[in-house]
């Protein structure tokens, strides 16, 4: 399998994450573990007769794709809460699961299938995707939630608590959770918890110690807490992870 990922243009960094593509030829079958990343996707799936789109919205747990088949897929990671501004639709919608292009379709923008189609090879479909991307974003309004999602994203401890992160933003939690369920398709604790596993998972790939270590670290109340949220989160113990 062949995995390409590239990103976008610089104005573009707080709506997509990364654009990425699969070309995949493994006559064998094969399971890919994917792990959450905070993330909705675009994928256009360019394997079959004809080409489709699908939205695939947030996810809360590691799932298990088969391989075996032929695969050419390009896809958009847009930065948490990115989508939403696009779409207009509440992205609860398609939690842990999908919704087609025709189903759901996104009401500033219409992505350049037939273009993409044409398009030779990876390079050329991110470049077409970023022009048609900027070529909107004048359109778009921005949204009070996006510089909380870029705050938290970067602050040196995730807050313990939905609360508490009501607390020192000032918010009711009826609107924060409002707010998180729109732009994120998670709640606010969803979101926190994937939060702290994404630190405890950077930690472990970037050899940060022992467990109970990587687990204080990460912002964990002990460790059984710690290797018992990153199973949900990726499917393994820490300890099979590393």
Same mark, same amino acid.
């Given at each position: ?7 976008? =243009? ?17 006559? @064998?079958?094969?399971?890919?573990? %994917?792990?959450?990343?905070?993330? #909705? ?5 360019? =394997? ?14 590691? %799932?298990?794709? @088969? ?31 999908? @919704? ?40 778009? #309004? ?18 313990? =608590? ?81």
């Amino acid at each position: 399998m062949t995995y390409r990922e590239c990103l976008p =243009s610089p104005p573009l960094r707080g709506l997509v994450a990364a654009y990425w593509g699969i070309d995949d030829d493994a006559a @064998a079958p094969a399971l890919r573990r %994917i792990l959450p990343d905070g993330c #909705a996707d675009l994928i256009c799936d360019f =394997s079959g007769v004809a080409p489709r789109m699908r939205w695939v919205g947030t996810m809360t747990h590691a %799932i298990e794709v @088969a391989g075996g088949a032929r695969q050419r897929l390009f896809g958009i990671r847009f930065a948490p809460g990115g989508l939403y501004p696009l779409l207009g639709a509440p992205l609860s919608l398609f939690t842990d699961g999908s @919704a087609g292009i025709d189903e759901l379709p996104a009401r500033v923008w219409r992505p350049p299938l037939q273009a993409w189609c044409d398009d030779d090879g990876f390079a050329a479909r991110c470049h077409r995707a970023d022009a048609s991307l900027l070529a909107i974003l004048p359109q778009l #309004a921005g949204t009070a939630t996006t510089p909380l999602l870029r705050w938290l994203q970067g602050a040196p401890a995730v807050p313990p =608590s939905a609360s508490a992160l009501a607390d020192e933003l000032g918010l009711g939690m009826r609107t924060l959770q409002r707010r998180f369920m729109d732009h994120l398709g998670v709640s606010p604790r969803q979101h926190l918890r994937w939060l702290r596993f994404e630190r405890a998972r950077q930690l472990l790939v970037n050899g940060g110690g022992r467990a109970v270590e990587v687990a204080l670290a990460a912002g964990y109340s002990d460790q059984a807490h710690f290797v018992r949220e990153f199973r949900r989160f990726a499917g393994v113990t820490p300890g099979r992870y590393r």
